[in-house]
């Protein structure tokens, strides 16, 4: 069954410095979106993208955020300088049609 | 805003003890209610949708239904492997086609043999 992979698992990085995550969606779906999940909180949307554009993002997705799709398969979430709460776990996510299905996550620790 | 809110937050229940969990939510116009399946330090997975009052859609021990207010997670003769936080989420109508998902903040079910 096709499921939707993200890496690394972990990520450990300084405080300002740029990471990427990298998803790869289940290849026939079209919508993608990035997720994450602080510690004991609530599952929180950052984006979506559609059609190699964003469609909606959250008041989170500020300007240090970015999404990218750079070939036909990968999806990558970038963080250009990291704050210490931008600690969380990370999910990808696509769907086909309503409903979507989501990667495994990275956790990020920002020291 | 689209808002969810699940109850109860924890909930011990012995091997075979059936019970039900609550996801109460405020949406612009419901396009579908999701329930998910969380382990600790993975991803969500997917259970059910449903899209309209009334409707009911059942998994092996699980069966899950929906009014126009709430949706309940009805978990019948658990086993401990049934142990997880079960997430529900509302797609609302508000944001065009982006289908974005909120989220409620779980509730984390043990089951002890």
């Known amino acids: 069954e096709p499921e939707v992979t993200q890496t690394p698992s972990h990520q450990v990085t300084q405080m300002g410095q740029e990471v990427i995550l990298r998803c790869v969606p289940i290849s026939n779906h079209l919508y993608f979106y990035w997720y994450r999940q602080i510690l004991g909180q609530k599952v929180e949307f950052l984006v979506s993208f559609y059609n190699n554009e964003i469609s909606e993002k959250s008041e989170i997705f500020d300007d240090q955020f970015s999404v990218e799709r750079p070939d036909g398969s990968n999806f990558t979430l970038k963080i250009r300088s990291t704050k210490l709460e931008d600690s969380a776990m990370y999910f990808c996510a696509s769907r086909p049609q309503e409903t979507q299905y989501f990667g495994p996550g990275t956790r990020l620790l920002v020291l | 805003e689209d808002q969810v809110t699940q109850s109860p937050e924890a909930l011990r229940l012995q091997e075979g003890e059936s019970s039900s969990l609550n996801c109460s939510y405020t949406?612009?116009?419901?396009?579908?209610l999701f329930w998910y399946r969380q382990d600790p330090g993975k991803g969500p997975e997917f259970l059910f949708t449903?899209?309209?009052a009334g409707e009911e859609k059942e998994k092996e021990r699980l069966k899950a239904t929906l009014t126009k207010k709430e949706s309940f997670l009805h978990i019948t003769a658990p086993k401990p492997e049934d142990s997880a936080t079960y997430l529900c989420a509302v797609q609302g109508g508000s944001g065009g086609s982006n289908y974005k998902l909120t989220f409620g903040k779980g509730t984390l079910l043990t089951v002890n043999p």
């Open positions: 949406v612009s116009g419901l396009r579908g």
């Open positions: 449903l899209y309209s």
